[in-house]
């Protein structure tokens, strides 16, 4: 049985994974690459070229205070002060 002759060895595919890793990272950071807007001279075309590379952000719904869905909102801490600040009131200070 004769071996294969376009086979080179282990060699040789590590080459070939080493190639395909370069080329996938080099492709990504090209494809990340935006714009040019620092070359432009006029500030108004310069900031419009900034905008559009990179658009706002939609903003969330602020929650409205009054929603009937939502429970009023209760500080489990206030119950657990009034009853530490009761049992320190009893205590003698500086007698």
Known sequence: MEADPRYQGPEDEMRKILAVLALCTFAQSALAAGPDCSAIERTSERLACYDAASPPKTKKPAAVEGDASR???QDPFIA??????AKLKGICRGC
Do not use: D, H, N
Request: charged fraction near 35%; glycine fraction near 0%; charge should be negative.
């Open 71 to 73: 429970a009023a909102y």
């Open 80 to 85: 657990e002060e009034a009853r530490t600040a």
